[in-house]
């Protein structure tokens, strides 16, 4: 199975800052990595699909990049409802996650 | 709008057998895979068990292989999931999925399922 290393495991955040998270493959996934925010409560919501491409509904301020086994997602301007679980997820073979990464505020 | 509801969750004791649904509307369902997925309380997601538009191909985590059957009803636009001998760790929230490609880009809110004595 794919492994997927998410950092940081937590991640303080002040309103208005840019940030990133990272997520890293044992494997080369090509482009095959997807991104997920999880609210308090709430199911999973796509993020960016295939690295890079963007969802529709989805705010301008999150954006994705990276490929093989090193990739980013990017939130310009971190806002308060942007608190929330991250995951990264790998669609290169079957199915994995990571563990996830939690904006809190600073 | 894409709507997944699933149904069927609860208490069961360990070893009993326990069926999910999920019930789709506003898309083609047998155009689409579906999936399950799955969260422990207080844990991360956990893909369970993949199955294509017409059933030709189905996939499972080797944590529910053997144990639990995926399938659906193109005609009611309903995905299952069978699932038995559960264990202990087996409890979490399920969620049912739409994948597009190898990304799950609509999700129900989740049935819970918990296996206790």
């Known amino acids: 199975d794919v492994v997927l290393t998410q950092s940081p495991a937590t991640l303080s955040v002040t309103p208005g800052e840019r940030i990133s998270l990272s997520c890293r493959a044992s494997e080369s996934v090509d482009t095959y990595l997807h991104w997920y925010q999880q609210k308090p409560n709430e199911s999973p919501r796509l993020l960016i699909k295939?690295?890079?491409q963007s969802i529709s509904g989805i705010p301008s301020r999150f954006s994705g990049s990276g490929s093989g086994t090193d990739f980013t997602l990017s939130i310009n301007g971190v806002e308060l409802e942007d608190l929330s679980i991250y995951y990264c997820q790998q669609g290169n073979s079957l199915p994995t996650f990571g563990a996830g990464t939690k904006l809190e505020l600073k | 709008e894409v709507q997944l509801v699933e149904s069927g969750g609860g208490l069961v004791q360990p070893g009993r057998s326990l069926k999910l649904s999920c019930l789709a509307s506003g898309f083609t369902f047998s155009n689409y895979g579906m999936n399950w997925i799955r969260q422990a309380p207080g844990k991360g997601l956990e893909w369970v068990a993949s199955i294509s538009s017409s059933s030709s191909y189905i996939y499972y985590a080797d944590t529910v292989k053997g144990r639990f059957t995926i399938s659906r009803d193109n005609a009611k636009n309903t995905l299952y999931l069978q699932m038995t001998s559960l264990r202990s760790e087996d409890t979490a929230l399920y969620y049912c999925?739409?994948?597009?490609?190898?990304?799950?880009?609509?999700w129900g809110q989740g049935v819970m399922v918990t296996v206790s004595s």
């Open positions: 999925a739409l994948n597009y490609g190898s990304s799950f880009d609509y």
């Open positions: 295939y690295a890079s």
